[in-house]
């Protein structure tokens, strides 16, 4: 998922924070430093027994060490979020923002450095790193712009009566994260829950678990105060520790759509509020008239951002009968000239797979779409790149499926890998049925010349985010979000600050008290 790319490809204008860290190379980062964050500080947890391996997925190499947080480790960090949600919560929309400006100001100085710590954690390639960079910190300027403009409404009721509504934070907020995007989606539930007033203890994945704490450390540099943003490590027992805690007001979790509903079960046993961005199996329409090179290139960005781990890429691609031949021969031949290897490298457009187990959980779709008669066009292999210290990384090459009908395994679940099967269509009409044909909707796009097509098949799309002649792009003025089992709630975009407030109503009497007693 991208922000407008002519605006995020330009250098940052402050120079790196420390150029000691800078220019990493993959295989020659060890992590040691505690990764869970409260009270204003790297914490170490007690649950030493329990540790797990991280790996680094470009190489294999274990990065560190990741302790699960238990019980005592969790009520620290929700006390500690509580406590700062007193002091922040009544601070003015300007104070806060104030604050959240100069977090934006210290990530864009540590552009680099945080980039290339994601890449290390991720397998995702540097160009695409510092692009989610620049989402999460232009979230937190837009959010902290949002924070001054906070207000309720009055309302002139009879004999000079009136009432008021405040808009008010919710309290502790936790926010749970997924492994393919670990900062930006930190910012993104971070951003809008702050500039609310509420506190956050966020649990990123225990697969990338290092850059959500290098956000809490901007946080406190930048003058929250202590306890506002907390970091605790752990999986799903840490998770579950979170989402039944009673201090907590709300989730917003980033997932998988079996975990969501769990945490919509846990969370409704304390009647918490929660916003679920979950997964997708979305559609992309190329019908005959559209741009064909801009359409491959749209394709392209629906299913290899990010080694194709991306929640909204549309992967069912839908192309009209007549120009199906030239769209596979373009899509093939483009696929084949991604260059694959060091996710570090400025050349490297696909990088790395996150873990071993998804590699082959993302092959094994590959083989069963061979089984049900799907033809592989290219790809869909393992990959060992040249380079003596990669040969243990997780990569493959990106694979696109013809011959795939609606039935397929490959079309109807999420693969979450660089995988996109191409299924050709007839009719405008025929295609939004099959399209529509899903349990999720996190989103859709459309390729066409044609304006009045454009907008009756969005109009028709059951999607909650919607491309015309482009895809993956997410400005963070934009809410996102899913249709059907895609989620509950909105990420980005005004609207979020209603998932992260509420309203209190105030009347207030100017006349006797009308009594019927
Ligand atoms: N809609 C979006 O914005 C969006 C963005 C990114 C990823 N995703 C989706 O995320 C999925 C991939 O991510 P993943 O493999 O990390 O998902 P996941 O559901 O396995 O895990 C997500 C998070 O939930 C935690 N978790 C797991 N079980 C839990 C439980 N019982 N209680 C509390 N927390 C628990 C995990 O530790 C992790 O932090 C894909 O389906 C993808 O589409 C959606």
Redesign the pocket.
Known sequence: ?LHRLATSLRRPAVPPFSAAVRCLSSGSVDITVPLNFWAGTRQTSQEKCNTEKVYEPATGRVLCHLEPCGAAEVNQAVETAKSAFGHWSKMSGMERAKIMIEAAHIIESRREEIAEIEVVNNGKSITESRLDVDSARLCIEYYAALATTLAGQHVQLPGGSFAYTRREPLGVCVG??????PFQ?AAWKSAPALACGNSMVF?????TPVTAVLLAEVYAKAGAPEGLYNVVQ???????L??HHPDVAKVS????????K??ME?ASQGVKYVT?????KSPLLIFQDSDLENAVSGALMANFLSQG????NGTRVFVHKDVLPEFVEEVVKRTRAIEIGDPLLESTRMGALVSMS?LERVLSFVDQAKKEGATVLCGGEPFVPSDPKLKGGYYMTPCVLGNCTDEMTCVKE?I?GPVMSVLSFESEEEVLLRANDSPLG?AAGVFTRDVKRAHRVVEHLKAGSCFINNYNITPVEVP???FKM??IGR?NGKVTIEHYSQLKSVYVEMGDVDSLF
């Open positions: 998922m749970i994260g997924a492994w393919n995007y989606i649990k990123p994945s225990p697969v752990g999986g799903q027992e840490t998770g579950s979170l989402c979790f980033t997932g998988s759509v079996p975990t969501g769990k945490i846990m679920l961005e979950l997964g997708g781990q991306v929640c909204s998804h999420e979450f996190l996102f979000g899913g895609s989620g990420e």
